[in-house]
Structure formats: structure tokens, C-alpha cells
């Protein structure tokens, strides 16, 4: 079992950054992949990013590529996204989710999630 609470959430201009923070309770989250999702008003729940167990694996959405990073320290029990050169089409909860095994990009796939973090990117 593991519990999930995102922070790290605002209000920030377009082109600024925001860190995201995921704490994990639980003993068995360094063997779990991490996901990171979106969901804005209206829309689908979207993968953002991806990491497996070590690190050493990530992927990333192609609207997020090179400005958004996916990290986690199993030491502390907590994932990342650093979030750069931020948009207004950011916009959106961003929710953490985990899973034993590799990662995937299906959300389905996750068995627990976080309460979410709201990021909103002003123009």
C-alpha cells in the first residue's frame, strides 16, 4: 500500500517555473514506478511523465519534453517534476500516481493516486 500527497502547486506567470513535490508513505515505494498526470476543466486526464523504480528510466509527454523533469529520491520517499518555461496551457491539476513494475503512459495502469496539486500559468 502506498499513500500519495502532492505539493509544490500556485499560481505562476507564463514562463516561469514551479517545482512539484510527490511524499510517499509506505514501505515498498522505492520498487514502484511513478507517474505524473494533468487533468484541466473539461479534459481528459493526460500523462505528463514517467519514472521508473531507480530513476535511471523517465519518459515525457511531447508537449512537456525538455521543459518539464521527472526525478525521484527513494531516500526520502519522494518524486518531482520541475516544471520550466511554463504555459497558460499548463493549467491544470497535476496528480502523482504509482504502480509496481514498469511504468506506462496509460493512467489506468497506476493503482495509486494523489489528491492533486492545482498549477495555474497566468499570460
Known amino acids: 500500500q502506498v499513500q500519495l500527497v502532492e505539493s509544490g502547486g500556485g499560481l505562476v506567470q507564463a514562463g516561469g517555473s514551479l517545482r512539484l513535490s510527490c511524499a510517499a508513505s509506505g514501505r515498498t515505494f522505492s520498487s514502484y514506478a511513478l507517474g505524473w498526470f494533468r487533468q484541466s476543466p473539461g479534459k481528459e486526464r493526460e500523462f505528463v511523465a514517467a519514472?521508473?523504480?531507480?530513476?535511471?528510466?523517465?519518459d515525457y509527454a511531447d508537449s512537456v519534453k525538455v521543459r518539464f523533469t521527472i526525478s525521484r529520491d527513494n531516500t526520502k520517499k519522494t518524486a518531482y517534476l520541475q516544471l520550466n518555461s511554463l504555459k497558460p496551457e499548463d493549467t491544470a491539476v497535476y496528480y502523482c500516481?504509482?504502480?509496481?513494475?514498469?511504468?506506462?503512459?496509460?493512467?489506468?495502469?497506476?493503482?495509486?493516486w494523489g489528491q492533486g496539486t492545482q498549477v495555474t500559468v497566468s499570460s
Open positions: 500516481a504509482a504502480k509496481p513494475g514498469g511504468y506506462y503512459r496509460a493512467s489506468g495502469e497506476y493503482y495509486y
Open positions: 519514472i521508473n523504480w531507480s530513476g535511471s528510466n523517465t
